[in-house]
């Protein structure tokens, strides 16, 4: 069984001195934690200052986003070696409110993810369906699509080396989450698409994590789900003593 992944989006939330400050505190509050990979995902312009605070210490760091294009006349943009040079390791891709709010698409998603692959970063793909989808009872399909289209032309290799994401739109920073009957169900279909369609030892590799809402209080309950890997947190993960909470809880041993 592997270790829980666990992931901090910090989203548009912190200055440079916030980042700094909240990972060195995060850093000792953590530093006997071995069975858990742990990683943040600061604002563009903190990701330096993060990665030079969290050196020497288990704690990973990641971009919100990535352009998929090397260098050129993208203002705004960032290119997956800016972010391997400013200390990040890994990136999210395809975030729902990148999808719903700047309208990236499951090919832009596929872009990116193999711009971020060619860099040496491991992504954070997220998929999942809206609430709309869901009442249609189109989750699955919404699944399926998102998969198929955003990982399209990776190998095997490739795939059970990311981090997938399953974030149900409809309970990011709602205060509502997936029930662990709904949560199971996603997760089990994600896990057997990716053996479906990349092989047993893809699947069997790939993290697949669970993001919505995820709080100390509903952590231990995730991971005791049989094909959820750990959590893609965002508001908790703002304030130092809950999200340590829901790393120490997310543990193994954690009762």
Request: hydrophobic share 45%.
């Amino acid at each position: 069984m592997r270790i829980p992944f666990i992931a901090a989006n910090w989203k548009m939330f912190k200055t440079v001195h916030e980042a700094f400050a909240f990972t060195r505190e995060f850093a000792i509050a953590v530093k006997d934690i071995a069975d858990v990979e742990i990683v943040l995902a600061p604002p563009f312009t903190a990701v330096h200052t993060v990665a030079e605070a969290a050196r020497n210490s288990r704690i990973g760091v990641a971009g919100q986003d990535v352009y998929w294009e090397r260098e050129g006349a993208f203002t705004g943009e960032v290119s997956a070696g800016m972010l391997k040079e400013a200390g990040a390791e890994y990136v999210i891709i395809g975030h729902s409110e990148r999808r719903r709010l700047f309208h990236e698409s499951d090919e832009t998603v596929n872009k990116k993810l193999t711009a971020a692959l060619g860099a040496d970063l491991t992504p954070i793909v997220c998929i999942g369906e809206t609430l709309d989808q869901r009442e249609r009872n189109e989750t699955l399909t919404v699944l399926d699509r998102q998969i198929k289209a955003g990982l399209d032309g990776l190998t095997g290799d490739q795939i059970a080396s990311l981090v997938i994401a399953y974030e149900p739109v409809w309970a990011i920073g709602t205060g509502r989450n997936a029930t662990p009957e709904q949560a199971g169900e996603a997760h089990a279909h994600i896990r057997s698409r990716l053996r479906q369609w990349f092989g047993a030892h893809a699947a069997d590799l790939c993290h697949v994590i669970y993001g919505g809402s995820v709080k100390p209080d509903n952590i231990h309950e995730l991971v005791l789900l049989p094909d959820v890997d750990g959590a893609l947190v965002g508001g908790a993960s703002l304030d130092v003593r809950a999200f340590t909470d829901i790393v120490a809880r997310s543990r193994q041993s954690a009762v």
